[in-house]
């Protein structure tokens, strides 16, 4: 969309999320390029609107657009594929570590799309992509996902999450149960050098900053501090500094992992990421479920912000995130639906819902459960902070980013309207969204992806399935193989105090 460009929605319902929380009745938004220039009544006679295009939304909502604060692409193509597990072995089937065969550029294209076209119909018009590959990284397989963020016409950061240790060293107790036949196997198994990863990410910043007319760009990320070197995370924080770019880490999502802190580093991961340096206001730190008291004044201290991931951390088994200790500490938080496979859909609203519901059978006092306000605050302005723009993206007001949903209020969810942001987060499912905005640019309208053909994409998407269902049969196979010994290491962990308890049951007898 050119910066001349104009477009005016009339008659909406304006929920501008701003600082005052403001609601106006039958108002206007002028968007001239991809910034809002104006809220308010009559806008059709401000002279900028001459020529505009102008969509009427009397009887909508119009909201700044969800933010998938945390998702991995890659297990687009897994839905309902794998079995229920806590992550430790469901990563054996997810992420197979012995798997020495890269995907075609053209299918991490196609499955891209497959949760873009989900967002987009639901009203999210911005995603975080941790996007890892198996079994490693290359300019052709991670130019195939950007490109699909371009040309779906989402706003999209994305990394280049990429373990760099042996597979049994990103786990306690792993190497003494391995046999040594499968470990040596992982030793040969494909895995590149942090020159060669950083290498890759000198590219990749390169050549995908401010894509797709500004909206798609790089971020960095190391999947967890336990999967690389100490050199490399330290490496990739002068990265996320040197260009202003987030980082996104996984830590503590697990019990396992807070065993594997002590027992590794004989410290809590937070605190080992703290000692090397890399806690800034950059850092998106997934999940930190396992963290106790003195991990969140760290976080709180250094400045990031958490993305919490409640549908996959049931799924998985992981635990009950702290949800109002860490806002207690000042800890930014922001939702995320994670992956396909651990959520089983890419939809914002179902992780609000799930927010609003969760943290309630962990906090007797109900003066303490999350709000609905609160949640949408997560949701839309956490968001925007996790992906750096906090200050443009998020509000419905001149000078911010034009990402709009336009729902209907003449649905089942909100009829009658009582209160907009505890029907949004309790009642909404996404299927009152008729409008997605990007940019300025209408993307979604009336039921129809208007950037790409989305029948033919769902076709391809069948047909490479085909291909694709090959390799997850020799990944059955070969995490089969392994999965006892995975067994015994998970419930070693399980049965071992480590001075809190996440799980909403008891702990381990």
């Known amino acids: 969309m050119t910066q001349e460009s104009a477009l005016l929605i009339t008659g909406a319902k304006v929920v501008t999320m701003d600082a005052d929380d403001t609601i106006l009745d039958d108002s206007d938004i002028l968007i001239l390029g991809d910034n ?64 020495d065969k890269p995907l075609s550029p053209r299918l991490n294209y196609v499955r891209t799309m497959l949760s873009s076209l989900e967002m987009l119909r639901n009203g999210t018009t911005a995603v975080f992509d941790d996007a890892f590959y198996v079994p490693v990284p290359t300019d052709e397989s991670i130019n195939g996902i950007m490109q699909s963020y371009v040309d779906v016409g989402i706003r999209a950061a994305a990394t280049l999450d990429q373990p760099l240790v042996v597979e049994y060293d990103k786990y306690p107790y792993l190497r003494e149960l391995l046999p040594p036949e499968q470990r040596q196997a992982m030793e040969q198994a494909p895995r590149l050098t942090p020159d060669e990863m950083l290498a890759l990410y000198k590219t990749f910043i390169h050549r995908w900053t401010e894509a797709g007319d500004g909206r798609v760009s790089p971020a960095v990320s190391c999947s967890a501090p336990q999967r690389v070197p100490p050199e490399y995370f330290v490496a990739l924080s002068h990265l996320s500094a040197e260009h202003n770019i987030p980082y996104a880490v996984h830590i503590l999502e697990t019990k396992l992992q807070r065993v594997l802190g002590r027992e590794k580093f004989g410290k809590s991961l937070i605190q080992y990421v703290n000692d090397l340096g890399c806690i800034d206001k950059r850092m998106e730190i997934i999940h930190a479920i396992w963290i106790d008291e003195q991990d969140m004044d760290v976080m709180a201290s250094g400045g990031c912000t958490v993305s919490h991931q409640p549908l996959c951390n049931l799924r998985l088994g992981s635990g009950i995130m702290p949800f109002r200790r860490m806002r207690n500490h000042g800890i930014p938080i922001c939702l995320g639906t994670d992956e396909s496979c651990t959520d089983d859909a890419v939809n914002m609203w179902n992780v609000a819902k799930l927010t609003g519901l969760v943290h309630k059978i962990t906090m007797p006092d109900y003066r303490d459960w999350p709000t609905a306000k609160e949640i949408l605050h997560c949701l839309v302005h956490g968001g925007a902070r996790v992906l750096g723009k906090q200050d443009c993206l998020g509000v419905l007001a001149p000078g911010y980013l034009a990402d709009i949903a336009l729902v209907d209020l003449n649905t089942l969810s909100f009829t009658p309207l009582n ?39 769902k076709a391809e998407a069948r047909e490479l399935a085909r291909e694709y269902t090959s390799t997850l049969a020799q990944s059955d196979e070969a995490a089969a193989v392994l999965e006892p010994y995975y067994r015994k290491m998970y419930l070693r962990c399980a049965k071992t105090n480590v001075g809190m308890n996440r799980w909403a049951g008891p702990e381990w007898p």
């Open 36 to 99: 809002i220039a104006a809220v308010g009544k009559n806008l059709a006679n401000d002279p900028r609107a001459a020529g505009a295009i102008v969509k009427n939304a009397a009887g909508h909502m119009a909201i700044p657009g969800l933010v998938n604060g945390h998702h991995h692409s890659p297990g687009n193509f897994m839905r309902g594929a794998i079995n229920d597990y806590p992550l430790e072995v469901f990563m054996l089937y997810e992420v197979p570590p012995l798997s």
């Open 419 to 457: 209160d907009v942001y505890r029907q949004m987060v309790f009642s909404e499912n996404g299927s009152s969204v008729r409008t997605t905005i990007v940019a300025g640019r209408i993307v979604y309208d009336d039921g129809k992806i208007l950037t790409v053909d989305e029948e033919a994409i």
